[in-house]
């Protein structure tokens, strides 16, 4: 069991779940945050007032998989999210002890 | 505090008392609604009859246009101007600079019912009115023929009302995000008494020392409020913004606005309820209001195409903010020329303030490095004095004859019809303006300041008002 944890550009999401679902993932989680990495970020300037935005609006997608699905995973999502250049994100994959599904009490792969 | 509000409760009591006898002398019916009904067939009875319903029927056509330009004034504060501050401060002063524009719709009324109204209107001297009309004496459906024979007096008042609570509230612009609120409130006061009511008693005020129509030593021509409204609001505020200082951590810390959007509506709000205050200060549903009502049209949008011109040269893109701050600042600089200007000269002085507000804004204000928060000096001060200027150039007789000589015949306004002298006694209101609203500024906020304090504790900046001051929160995620 791992925990994927991939940020992508918010334009990108909607290819990175349908190459999921395709290839049999049920169950994602998903949140607007920001940050950067290399990528530097871009002026806003209000009534002549420049500001520094370096925090970009990016979104994160949390899914943890049994064993089996984590390659495929991780290629559908890079497959889906890179445009190739600067600022396209990156996967990161935990290890995970225990789930348990909060309805039944189910534990393990059941559980996903 | 508490003493003072005892005070005003007290005040308040008494004024409701005194009201009770008004009421009854106003309920009188109106002259010009009385039908004579003896012996109908003669001519001149008949005649009599006729000319009572034609004035019955212009009144009741005015009447419901003053009223509807009321409650047009009233929306530019709330929520017109609510929405514009509130959009440009951060997310956690959303609600203080709200509560500020909102708090001036109460508490201006309650002053100008109990003594506002007489201060600005009730004869007295040349510099403030007198205590005629104290508690609204006086004031009641039949018209006076002084200030506009064909609507009720309360209608007049009423539209006045709107503007004395818009202009406290421009103010609001330049402490925004640090000023407390009990500080805003008594400095309001101070500020309508000190401020306000002497400079609107002057310009628009029957025999007031810059009176245009009724007999000023200085005549400047302010047909909606470029010098009682802009210029007062907007120098007050860049005395506040000075008095004051900045907000902790400007200007390394960024603070952009957290609403544009909020900014938007706000701004086509005000731009809608302008219409309100400039052809609405016709008086009356006439060829005047239409001509003030296109000159306001078109100041707004030719400023509007100024400013973002001059920022699309400067830094590549044209904004959103610079769209809607073009707009008020034309709106502000076209206010005193609405009706005396033709169109074409609107949107000469609409360019002119977009352009001229933009770099009051941009680098004028970074040159010198006071915080006016929301630049309510950049754009009403700036935009309110430059609409002042040139109403002293491009006013004419052929939209509004209002200077004539003893035998009737109509005389020269502005530059273009000949009238250079016209652009000095603008000065001279301008001046008057300025000076009044500093000194009268600096006074106030030293007795505020000495009373209550003017500013939140620095804790309380960095929290943010509306927890502060308020407890509560714009935007609450959790609900």
């Known amino acids: ?112 | 505090m508490k003493r003072l509000l005892y005070v005003l409760v007290l005040v308040f009591a008494f004024g409701l008392l005194a009201g009770q006898g008004i009421a009854q002398t106003s309920a009188q019916p109106k002259v010009t609604g009385q039908t004579a009904t003896v012996s109908p067939t003669s001519s001149d009875t008949r005649l009599q009859e006729l000319e009572a319903r034609v004035a019955e029927a212009q009144s009741s056509g005015d009447n419901a246009w003053m009223l509807v330009c009321a409650a047009l004034v009233l929306m530019m504060t709330g929520p017109g101007l609510a929405l514009f501050y509130g959009g440009l401060v951060r997310k956690k002063n959303v609600l203080a600079t709200m509560m500020q524009s909102f708090s001036m719709m109460a508490l201006i009324t309650v002053i100008w019912a109990v003594v506002g109204f007489s201060l600005c209107f009730a004869p007295g001297t040349s510099l403030i009115g007198g205590l005629g009309h104290l508690f609204l004496h006086g004031v009641g459906s039949a018209p006076d023929p002084t200030y506009a024979g064909t609507i009720p007096f309360g209608t007049y008042m009423v539209f006045q009302l709107m503007f004395a609570i818009i202009t406290p509230a421009l103010i609001c612009g330049a402490f925004a995000e640090r000023m407390k609120f009990s500080a805003m409130i008594l400095f309001m006061i101070l500020w309508s008494f000190i401020v306000y009511d002497p400079m609107a008693h002057m310009v628009w005020g029957k025999g007031g020392f810059l009176n245009a129509a009724l007999g000023g030593t200085f005549p400047t021509l302010d047909f909606a409020g470029g010098t009682v409204v802009h210029i007062t609001s907007g120098v007050s505020a860049l005395v506040c913004a000075l008095y004051l200082g900045k907000r902790v951590g400007y200007p390394k810390e960024p603070m952009p606005p957290h609403s544009v959007v909020l900014s938007v509506i706000g701004a086509c709000l005000l731009w809608v309820g302008w219409f309100g205050f400039n052809a609405g200060s016709a008086l009356a549903s006439n060829g005047l209001a239409t001509s003030a009502f296109i000159a306001t049209d078109f100041g707004a949008a030719a400023a509007a195409i100024g400013w973002a011109a001059a920022e699309w040269v400067r830094n590549g893109k044209p904004s959103v903010l610079g769209v809607i701050s073009g707009a008020v600042a034309g709106l502000v600089a076209i206010t005193p020329a609405s009706g005396f200007v033709g169109p074409m000269s609107a949107l000469v002085i609409g360019l002119v303030a977009g352009v001229y507000c933009y770099w009051m804004v941009t680098k004028v204000k970074a040159r010198f490095g006071y915080d006016d928060s929301l630049d309510a000096f950049g754009i009403h001060g700036a935009g309110g004095t430059i609409g002042a200027l040139l109403t002293g150039v491009f006013a004419t007789s052929a939209i509004n004859p209002i200077f004539k000589n003893s035998q009737g015949k109509v005389l020269p306004v502005g530059l273009i019809d000949g009238n250079s002298g016209q652009i000095l006694n603008q000065l001279v209101g301008v001046l008057i303006a300025w000076g009044l609203a500093i000194f009268g500024t600096l006074i106030i906020l030293k007795v505020v300041d000495r009373v209550v304090g003017l500013r939140v504790p620095e804790e309380q900046e960095i929290q943010g008002l509306d927890l502060a001051l308020h407890g509560e929160e714009g935007y609450t995620f959790e609900a």
Do not use: W
Request: no cysteine; hydrophobic share 40%; glycine share 10%.
């Open chain 1, 1 to 112: 069991m791992k925990k994927i944890e991939a940020i992508i550009q918010p334009s990108r999401l909607e290819h990175v779940k349908a190459a999921l679902h395709e290839i049999g993932v049920e169950g994602m989680t998903i949140q607007d945050v920001r940050g950067h990495g290399r990528q530097k970020g871009h002026t806003e300037v209000y009534r002549g007032r420049e500001y520094n935005v370096d925090l970009l609006p990016k979104t994160k997608i949390e899914m943890v998989l049994p064993d089996r699905l984590v390659d495929p995973a991780v290629e559908a999502i890079m497959g889906a999210a890179k445009t190739g250049k600067i600022g396209d994100g990156k996967i990161f994959i935990h290890p995970v002890e225990e789930a348990i599904r909060i309805r039944n009490e189910e534990r393990g792969d059941a559980a996903l």
